[in-house]
């Protein structure tokens, strides 16, 4: 793999073996993602992070995924008692979550009709 890139000598400069060089190479070129600023170089809490990391790849343990392990008798969010608790249920459809979505939006003044978001999808 080392030879593919060049081998050892091409990542030597000024005399010194340049680690960042080779990984680098060994990489490749890879363009930016635009959900990077999501995960990579956010000021949220490391638990703020890991639970929206769990409910991007959905694994996030709500009651849908509980109900299939035998764990809870119902999936009916209690909150509610409108759907099944879902990911996107708890962080987007129910009416509890559309009203603090859209306070924060409002705070940050963005506009925009998550509904519409998540119909695009």
Not at 19 to 35: C, D, E, S
Not at 102 to 119: A, H, P
Request: overall charge positive.
């Amino acid at each position: 793999m080392v030879v593919n890139v060049g081998g050892w000598s091409a990542m030597v400069q000024d005399g010194k073996f340049s680690i960042k060089g080779m990984y680098n190479q060994l990489r490749g070129k890879y363009g930016k993602v635009p959900w990077g600023r999501v995960f990579c170089k956010n000021k949220a809490s490391p638990k703020a992070l890991f639970i929206t990391k769990l409910a991007a790849w959905n694994k996030l343990l709500t009651r849908d995924e509980l109900l299939v392990w035998k764990m809870v008798a119902n999936n009916i969010r209690t909150l509610c008692d409108a759907a099944p608790e879902s990911v996107e249920h708890l962080l987007f459809i129910c009416a509890y979550a559309e009203g603090i979505w859209s306070e924060v939006l409002d705070i940050i003044q963005f506009r925009i009709c998550l509904l519409q978001v998540l119909n695009q999808s």
